[in-house]
C-alpha cells in the first residue's frame, strides 16, 4: 500500500509556505517536511441574466515527515 503522507488545505491567498508549515506544526503538533501552495481561480458561473464569479482561493498541500500522522476523525 503506497502512504504519500499529503494532506490538502485551503488556506487565506495572502500567507505564504513558511506560515502554513508554521500553522500546521503549531495546530496538529506534527512535523512537516514541505509544502506546496496552488493559487486556484474562480469559476465563472451564470444564474438566468446574470453572470457571477465564485471566489478565487489558494490551496496548500502539505507533507508530513515520516511517522506523522493528522487524525481526521
Do not use: Q
Not at 53 to 71: Q, R
Amino acid at each position: 500500500m503506497l502512504v504519500l503522507n499529503k494532506y490538502l488545505f485551503w488556506v487565506d491567498k495572502t500567507v505564504n509556505k513558511i506560515e502554513i508549515k508554521k500553522a500546521i506544526e503549531d495546530i496538529y503538533k506534527v512535523k512537516v517536511s514541505g509544502v506546496n501552495t496552488v493559487m486556484m481561480r474562480g469559476k465563472t458561473k451564470r444564474v438566468r441574466y446574470a453572470v457571477g464569479k465564485t471566489p478565487d482561493w489558494k490551496k496548500a498541500v502539505v507533507t508530513l515527515a515520516k511517522g506523522s500522522k493528522i487524525d481526521v476523525t
